[in-house]
């Protein structure tokens, strides 16, 4: 049986929605269009089954927010628009695989100082670092240039992941 919907799932849902919709332009207007409408209704569907389960439970699916979640957290926020900001002036094209792979280290630290040995955490952590490693090399070999492959390679893929966690549990969800 599935673990219930629970807030995690809303946030990593939605932002795997946003990484797609922002990052998914290679695909050209139509494409881009098509992808951003499949990643928010897949969004869309984790919110649904989050809003019927406490609905159904009256349980509204939080996690501990321990002191290692909010420094584990506080430091994520900071390496997000400290990296970004330098990363935007120096090689701007390095910007998005940046962002991944911080938010694919913080899924590693969850899984080891937060619910500690988590292994959906470890697995996703180490899929969007791998994920932004592969697009940040893209954005090193193909230099200023080639910022909307590295975006698309690292953007889209962390959002097909992460709302390839989220969607298949909340269909199913839905369902029961």
């Known amino acids: 049986m599935d673990r219930p919907i ?10 795997g929605a946003l990484f797609v919709v922002l990052n ?3 695909l050209g207007a139509v494409g881009h269009v098509v992808a951003a409408v499949v990643a928010v209704a897949c969004a869309a569907t984790v919110v649904l089954a989050y809003v019927r389960r406490r609905r159904v439970t ?3 699916g939080m996690f501990p927010m321990t002191r290692s979640y909010q420094l584990i957290v506080a430091l994520e926020v900071v ?7 330098v990363l935007g002036r120096l090689a701007p094209q390095l910007s998005v695989p940046w962002v991944v792979l911080v938010v694919g280290v913080h899924f590693l ?13 470890l697995v996703l952590g180490a899929v969007l670092t791998v994920i932004a490693v592969v ?12 910022a909307p492959l590295a975006a698309f ?9 992460m709302l390839g966690g989220t969607t298949p549990r909340a269909v199913r969800s839905l369902r029961d």
């Open 24 to 26: 998914a332009g290679l």
């Open 58 to 60: 009256g349980d509204v």
């Open 109 to 121: 630290a969850l899984a080891r100082w937060w619910l500690v040995g988590a292994r959906p955490f």
């Open 79 to 85: 390496a997000l628009f400290g990296g970004t900001a």
């Open 135 to 146: 697009g940040g090399v893209v954005g090193v070999l193909g230099g200023p240039a080639s």
């Open 6 to 15: 629970d807030v995690g799932d809303l946030v990593g849902a939605g932002f």
């Open 153 to 161: 390679v690292a953007g889209v893929g962390a959002g097909v992941v």
